[in-house]
């Protein structure tokens, strides 16, 4: 059981790749980045990127995350954020799938679009 979702970012599984090598002499194993709860490796980024501030003191309450982006670190941000209580601002082109953009604000992060000609 675990208090929160964040306890599930990181420790995914590896599995172990057998048809697909082609040297039989080396074990090749893939780690399942898709395992973390927002689906990418950027999990992690996020999660040690808001605690990092955190113990340094740069992070509080009363302060809003902000970053630039148009895929995943977004919605790490986002959940890591969510279940934190931190207000987070990202901006990211227009250009971003409107499908992105719901999955962000559902985990509340409030969006500022760009340009898409000018990007992120």
Partial sequence: MYKNILQ???NTPLVKINRLNPN???ELYAKLEFF????SVK???ALS???GAEKRRELTKNKIVLEAT???TGIGLALVC???KYKLLLTMPESVSVER???LKALGAEILLTSAKDGT
Avoid: Q
Wanted: hydrophobic share 30%; charged share 30%; net charge positive.
């Fill in 70 to 72: 148009s895929g995943n």
């Fill in 24 to 26: 039989k002499k080396v």
């Fill in 82 to 84: 969510v279940v934190k």
């Fill in 49 to 51: 990127m808001i605690e």
């Fill in 43 to 45: 999990d992690r980024t």
């Fill in 36 to 39: 973390n709860p927002g689906s």
């Fill in 8 to 10: 599930l970012i990181g």
């Fill in 101 to 103: 953009r719901k999955i």
